[in-house]
């Protein structure tokens, strides 16, 4: 079974907005730490933004303060993305992760989702 899910990726124009969510397979238990990390090509895996489930902390990359937003989604066990004044230099293929510490480094997270495309044009 697939931990989680990444959806809402799409193709946008400068200054656009896309909502990315992440599906989780069971229930997100209060002490987790949902995440999202990019990739554009021929780059590193970055981080994105972190979110504490039950207490709602959060942590975001310098390149994305003010512009993004992480937060829960509508739906049950359902982590959601906002991101506004995209930029071309957003484009990536955006993949959310579940852990346990609030952090920006690639190896505190366990699971991962398939990634979503964002292609933001100029």
């Known amino acids: 079974q697939v931990p989680l899910v990444d959806a809402g990726g799409g193709s946008v124009q400068a200054g656009g907005s896309l909502r990315l969510s992440c599906a989780a397979s069971?229930?997100?238990?209060?002490?987790?730490?949902m995440a999202w990390f990019r990739q554009a090509p021929g780059k590193e895996r970055e981080f994105v933004a972190a979110?504490?489930?039950?207490?709602?902390?959060?942590l975001y990359a310098d390149s994305v303060k003010g512009r993004f937003t992480i937060s829960r989604g509508g739906a049950a066990n359902t982590a959601a993305l906002q991101m506004n004044s995209l930029k071309p230099e957003d484009t990536a293929v955006y993949y959310c992760?579940?852990?346990?510490?609030?952090?920006?480094?690639?190896?505190?997270?366990?699971?991962w989702g398939q990634g979503t495309q964002v292609t933001v044009s100029s």
């Open positions: 992760a579940r852990g346990v510490d609030l952090s920006s480094t690639l190896s505190s997270y366990r699971d």
């Open positions: 069971g229930r997100i238990y209060s002490s987790a730490v």
């Open positions: 979110f504490r489930w039950g207490a709602g902390q959060t």
